[in-house]
Structures are given as C-alpha cells and as structure tokens.
C-alpha cells in the first residue's frame, strides 16, 4: 500500500457554508483549485502559494450550487462552470467575479458536471434520469448537443472516459455504465 502526505486548510472564517464540490484546473500543472460553496459562492486558490485565497465568484443568492468542473473555450480559454437546484449552468471567466454567462440545462435540476478530455464539451447528470451534453461556445454559453440514456430514477454523479464510455450513479445506489448514444 503505498503512502501519502495528508494535509488539511481552513479555507475561510468568513464563507460559513458547506463545500458542494472541488475542482483541480485541467492543465498539467494543476495550477487552480475551486472550492464551490453550497450557497452561491465559489473561491479560487493557488495550488502553488500553499493554497492561497485568489478570487470569490458570486451567483444569485438562492443559487443552490450542487457541482462544478473546469472547461476550455473553443480558443482556449480557461474557464469553469457551476450549477445545481435551478437547472441552470453558470460560466465563469477567471478575469471577472460575475458569471459570463448563464444557460439552461433543460433539467430540473443538475446534480454533477463533467468536463470532456479534450475540455470541449461540458455533460450534466440530471435528476430527470438524463445525461446531457453541452457545446462550448466563445462567449461561454453551453448550446445542448445531445441528451443520453435515461435512467428512470435522479443521476447524482457522473464520470465520462475519453473513449465515450459514461458511468452514471443514482440516489438508489445503482451504478449505470453505457456508451454515449444520442437521444435527441
């Protein structure tokens, strides 16, 4: 079995709610982590300055967030993207604290997001039983390309591998595995 250093962060006396998900940046380096706050906030850190505090991000205050993954705009633009409760997916530029966008993700709710290999394409594991695929435009947007395999039960977790495989896990403690097949 092989070891490991465990380290541990207060992260903020001032952010009082809970952490809803982590993300790495997709580079090499692994240069940024986001911290999502249950409750309408995301904190960007420096992996390389033992963590340090780099920017918060706001959304609506009643935005629920449930997820959040990193993605590459098509010239390359670094950028990530929250959602949850709402059914709504917000993008984040690293230049601003305001979202740069906000599309819809044609569910009721979005319980995990996962970005492609490649960093193109954002899909959403939803409680409608559904996994959807989004397009990443310039300007940020996400423009739905494909809805997945419905399960007939709420998808809480997703993971996508570079070959189009999908593993889905649900709220009744199935794992769902399949390749991606377009619906729609």
């Not at 993300?23 to 904190?43: H, I, M, N, Q, T």
């Not at 995990?112 to 940020?140: K, N, W």
């Amino acid at each position: 079995m092989s070891e490991f250093e465990k380290h541990s962060w207060h992260l903020s006396t001032a952010a009082h709610d809970g952490i809803a998900a982590i993300a790495f940046s997709p580079d090499e380096r692994g240069e940024y982590v986001l911290v999502a706050r249950s409750k309408c906030r995301v904190d960007l850190y420096s992996c390389y300055n033992d963590f340090m505090w780099l920017q918060s991000y706001y959304v609506d205050p009643d935005f629920d967030i449930q997820c959040a993954t990193w993605a590459i705009s098509p010239s390359g633009i670094r950028f990530f993207v929250v959602s949850g409760l709402s059914g709504q997916m917000v993008a984040f530029n690293l230049a601003s604290p305001a979202p740069a966008h906000i599309s819809p993700s044609y569910a009721s709710a979005v319980q995990d997001l996962v970005c492609s290999e490649a960093g193109d394409t954002v899909y959403a594991a939803c409680s409608d039983g559904q996994v959807r695929a989004f397009e990443i435009s310039e300007d940020l947007s996400l423009s739905l390309l494909a809805t997945f395999s419905h399960i007939p039960e709420p998808l809480v977790s997703l993971a996508v591998s570079e070959e189009g495989s999908v593993a889905t896990g649900t709220t009744k403690v199935y794992m769902h595995t399949h390749t991606l097949s377009p619906l729609t």
